[in-house]
């Protein structure tokens, strides 16, 4: 052990870090700002490093930092280190205490963790306290029952997934070498390289193999999640019969099931459906039976919420955008099931999201918390990242107007006209003149961008100009999307189509909506119906829709609510019953405002099309703490109206005057 100034120095996890960037970065300021210290904690640091190497192997002139540290240095200083001249962290000592409590076993004494441990009782116990509160929202209960005793209850789901989330920080896949290991980069990864090694590496070498073996057409992220998940199942002694898996007579048809069932014989039945089910949820594959969770309605209108939410924040119209809504809600189902579980996925490119596109991250990042805390997520800043590039696609193609271009050329006309075409073919651009090199110097008119066969370096313009060859080439048509001229849309509008087919075939008799569904499906890249691009806007309520009572009971309500719609032939008798029967479910009820409830149920066969009914009642009624006027009765098809009318529902109760709207038509009844 070194000493300065007869203080023993002992080093933790922050000097390793500092270590792992000045591989990167060797200026002092900006290493303390990556840090969020000041320079001269930093010099302290790089000062206890080298007492601890028993030389000066880092040095600092002129605020530049010049690391001379090689691999075994660092080995060497690793080795070096031991419990008395190593600080742990709070998060390395809750790491140590979930290894060696609920990684091997649900009961442990306080006793023989602290021996195991070399940590004081008291420190223990502090850090026990916090742990519990950590676990308990994951699901995971740890409970004292005696003065030295702990144990912990939880669903074996929610073990599983914490578990194998955990050993995901470190562990280490080496795709190249097709090899997995431990983390062991400084002294903390090394006592958990050697914990981890004794319990884990040959259960997690073996499933790595065959995982690997198989071809199973998914991410290596979630291959290896996948082997985590499946070493734990092996390692934990859990009764697999708790496992909670829905869907089961589905999944057992899928290649999924089949191929895991054939490659893990060990694992049970309900081990393979777990597994598959993950697969499943996690992925962004469409998959019939995930294709609507049970609370899809929350979900969609969540979604639309947030577009609404983002729309305030960047002072922008995104959200009658059908493409960004389903872009989104693709890439929500797995979004939310990863952050229910706590699956973190690294997003590589987060930094440079924030960096160049800073103000949409930021207000996505806001607008998120309205769907948090409707679904009760936390959506982390990596998923966040994820969904950036899909808003700036939306914010980019919002307003596509053409870019005024004065093309410049003394080439014959033939040529110029062929670079005219070219450049109308591929790009959004109006074409304002085409003048020859001398004229140049006479031109007044506004453009955006000068294209140009000649060299125009020497002149000297306001106007950026961009030079090509008259045929455009591959190279000229990739330095022209730098200038941002917007792309051509290369689709042909479906109404535009049928406008031209139905001038050449008037007299004649045709089936113009079979028509319409033929040229979508023939062309299915080249012909868009843009009426079905756009959400509809107004709800509009008829008269029957709506009625008014005086009840005590907010069942009653809706049940009024469902008589409405059974009544004008909306559902069947069926769907009426199953609603009812499923009231006490927090699941198929939400609130549209302070005032107002939507009830709803699955979409099934019960359903003849899409509609709703609303009650107001006379006197309100309390239901999650709030005192509700008006029920809100949905019946789902199943279908795209069920979107649009839920969205105008959502839109109508959100306006400061649809009380009186409502009050008006009830009075005029």
Known sequence: MFYFGGISLALNTKHFEILKELKKEDDLKRVADIFNQTERNIRYKIQELNENLGQEKIFIKKRKIYCLLDENDIASLIKGLNVQNYVYEQKERMDLLIIETILQEDEFQIEELA??????????????????????????????????????????????????IFLYNYVTFDEGRRAISFKRSNYFEKIVYEMLTKMYCSVLE?????????????????????????????LRKLNSEDLEVLNKKVLKETKEFKT????????????????????????????????????????????????????????VQLVKNKKLLDDILYYIK???????????????????????????FFYLKKAFQSFETLLGLEVSDNEIGFLVPIFQVALRNRIRQAKRILVVSSYKRNLINF??????????????????????????KNVDLIITTSDLSQMNLKVPFCRVSP??????????????LPPQDKHISLDALMNVIERNVEGQKCNTFKMREDLLQSFPNIVVDEKAQEIKENLVIQKYQITELDVFDWKEAVKAATEILWKHKYIKKAYMEDMLNHLEEDGLMFLLNENSALFYTE??????????????????????????????????????????????LNDFFEEENFENTLKKMLRKK
């Open 115 to 164: 021996d195991s441990l070399q940590m004081s009782k008291s420190t223990l116990r502090a850090d026990i306290k916090i742990l519990t509160e950590k676990l308990k929202k994951v699901g995971i209960h740890l409970g004292q029952y005696s003065n030295k005793k702990y144990r912990a209850q939880y669903k074996n789901n929610d073990l599983i997934y914490y578990l194998s």
């Open 206 to 234: 073996d499933s790595y193999q065959k995982i690997k073996a198989i071809d199973l057409s998914y991410t290596d992220e979630t291959l290896n999640l996948l082997i985590l998940l499946i070493s734990v199942l092996k």
């Open 471 to 484: 045929i455009l080439t591959e190279s000229d048509r990739k330095h022209l999307e730098e200038f941002e």
């Open 334 to 360: 797995p979004l939310i099931y990863r952050s229910s579980k706590q699956i973190e996925l690294k997003n590589t490119v987060l930094k440079e999201v924030k960096s160049i596109y800073g103000d949409t």
């Open 603 to 648: 979409p099934k066969e019960n359903v003849y099309h899409t509609g709703f009914s609303i009650v107001h009642v006379e006197t309100p009624l309390i239901i999650r703490g709030k005192k509700i006027e008006y029920f809100v009765c949905f019946a789902p098809k199943g279908d795209a109206e069920d979107q649009n009318l839920l969205f105008q």
């Open 419 to 444: 670079l005219l075409a070219r450049l109308e073919e591929e790009f959004l651009v109006e074409i304002v003149h085409v003048i020859s090199m001398k004229q140049l110097d006479d031109f007044q």
């Open 260 to 315: 895991l069932r054939k490659v893990f014989p060990e694992l049970s039945e309900l081990n393979i459906y777990f597994l598959t089910d993950y697969l499943l949820r996690i992925s962004c594959d469409e998959k019939e039976i995930f294709a609507r969770h049970r609370n899809w309605i929350e979900i969609e209108l969540g979604v639309y919420r947030l577009i609404k939410e983002f729309e305030s924040l960047e002072k």
